[in-house]
């Protein structure tokens, strides 16, 4: 996501540190490949002109030009502007008691998926969500519905076979939902072609009946330009409350997301980053914008490792690391342990100059070979990597299809991070013991910032 146009200014920014003294001129020049990095990241250009004219702006002041460190402060400069274009300080819905969120958005956008993303969501703050299928033209559309539904434990209404009103189908789940014990009902709509004149009165006209708190639009980023158009004809038509950006994961130009909020002045309020049902982040423009800018978002990934991980475990896992007793065991639950953070992709974006590493950094496929060989291994040998001779790991090899070499590397890992951590551990004996006498003040006076 955004690694395109991430790396160009990236790339920017360090030419521009590489100045001894900032002035217009290559203010200027730096400006004009920010422009065009824009507008190949397929942002909208007039969302690209009036940005760089505001950074222009403040880039040119006089704060700027005679500080002592005037690229850190073009940096900021361009993170508090991407934040205000995104959407500055946008806060996630908020909802009331038996209110009813309505979805909306082209074929294939999204947004069935989506609906049981922001159910479960929901479910996870604390609310009681129920789901309304009102999908009537695509055949499969409604079985989806139910079938996620029963995934995540929420209930599902779903129409008679064979309906074909709307209206009436609605008034039923309207009715049906008011029924249960719900706080909030989450109506999923077919898809619709914003220049479909005939579906988009209907839509008016469902609108007109349920009186939605929340009408969110489904947007797939991947389409770039063609999202602003939908975004803004839809607007117009039936008067959104925000949108879902979804397929952020496999977009790498990401000029749908600077562009939507500009156009619409509508707030993005969530963001799909996967295929699967807890691949779903709120939008938080001020940490999107540090992703752009190289700076990562440590605040989201400390986010998603307390939802994925136990606390127990944790502890458990840190203990050994402490002692230096971690074996192969501790190591196939570190890799389990990461997968449940997520797509590893994603996870590397989020760390501050994790969008400079080579893809190699991070590599799925890698890690199925390492825990391919841990598998292969019995569980004694998982238990005591010190009995791994020559002929057990030709075994592993064989059992894991990989080579002899590639298992002792792995071995050598192992032995290496075991080494750093008694390493580690000696020198918090060896600080504890120079530290007798001090008072806690004094010694944190000793050691240097």
């Known amino acids: 996501m955004f690694s395109t146009l991430s790396s160009q200014l990236q790339k920017t920014f360090k030419n521009l540190r590489g100045h001894g003294r900032i002035t217009e001129e290559n203010i200027?020049?730096?400006?004009?490949?920010?422009?065009?990095?824009?507008?190949?990241?397929?942002?909208?250009?007039?969302?690209?002109?009036?940005?760089?004219?505001?950074?222009?702006?403040?880039?040119?002041?006089?704060?700027?030009?005679?500080?002592?460190?005037?690229?850190?402060?073009?940096?900021?400069?361009?993170?508090d502007e991407l934040t205000e274009l995104l959407g500055g300080d946008t806060a996630p819905i908020s909802l009331k008691k038996s209110e009813r969120i309505l979805m909306i958005g082209l074929n294939g956008a999204g947004k069935t998926t989506s609906s049981a993303k922001l159910a479960k969501w929901l479910k996870s703050q604390g609310e009681k969500p129920v789901l309304i299928a009102l999908d009537l033209l695509r055949p499969a559309a409604i079985d989806q519905l139910v079938a996620l539904g029963k995934q995540i434990d929420v209930p599902v209404f779903a129409p008679q076979t064979g309906s074909s009103n709307l209206l009436e189908v609605a008034r039923a789940g309207l009715q049906w939902a008011q029924e249960q014990p719900g706080t909030v009902a989450i109506y999923d709509t077919a898809g619709r072609r914003e220049i479909d004149e005939t579906l988009l009165a209907e839509l008016k006209d469902l609108k007109e009946m349920l009186q939605p708190q929340e009408l969110l639009l489904v947007c797939d980023a991947a389409t770039g330009q063609q999202a602003v158009s939908v975004a803004k004809n839809f607007h117009s038509s039936v008067g959104i409350t925000g949108l879902i950006l979804t397929k952020l994961d496999g977009d790498a130009r990401g000029g749908a997301a600077l562009s939507l909020r500009a156009i619409t002045g509508q707030p993005i309020r969530f963001s799909g980053t996967g295929e699967k049902l807890d691949e779903w982040e709120t939008f938080y423009p001020n940490r999107l914008a540090g992703r752009i800018l190289g700076m990562g978002d440590v605040v989201t990934l400390v986010e998603k490792a307390a939802e994925?991980?136990?606390?127990?475990?944790?502890?458990?896992?840190?203990?050994?690391?402490?002692?230096?007793?971690?074996?192969?065991?501790?190591?196939?639950s570190q890799l389990k342990m990461l997968r449940r953070m997520g797509p590893l992709e994603n996870l590397l974006g989020m760390l501050p100059g994790g969008a400079k590493l080579p893809s190699t950094a991070v590599n799925e496929k890698e890690l199925q070979r390492v825990e391919a060989i841990i598998l292969s291994m019995t569980p004694c040998e998982r238990k005591r990597p010190d009995i791994l001779n020559a002929r057990r790991r030709q075994r592993i090899a064989r059992g894991s299809g990989r080579s002899v070499t590639e298992v002792n590397n792995l071995i050598l890992r192992l032995h290496q991070m075991k080494k750093m951590m008694k390493n580690t551990g000696k020198m918090k004996k060896m600080l504890s013991k120079s530290s007798r006498g001090f008072s806690s003040s004094r010694l944190g006076s000793l050691i240097p910032n």
């Open 308 to 332: 994925a991980l136990e606390i127990d475990e944790i502890a458990q896992l840190e203990k050994k690391i402490k002692s230096g007793s971690m074996d192969f065991n501790d190591f196939l």
């Open 28 to 79: 200027n020049d730096a400006l004009r490949e920010v422009r065009l990095a824009l507008l190949d990241a397929d942002v909208h250009f007039q969302v690209a002109k009036d940005f760089i004219l505001r950074v222009k702006e403040k880039a040119l002041g006089k704060e700027v030009l005679t500080s002592i460190t005037p690229g850190q402060q073009i940096i900021k400069i361009f993170h």
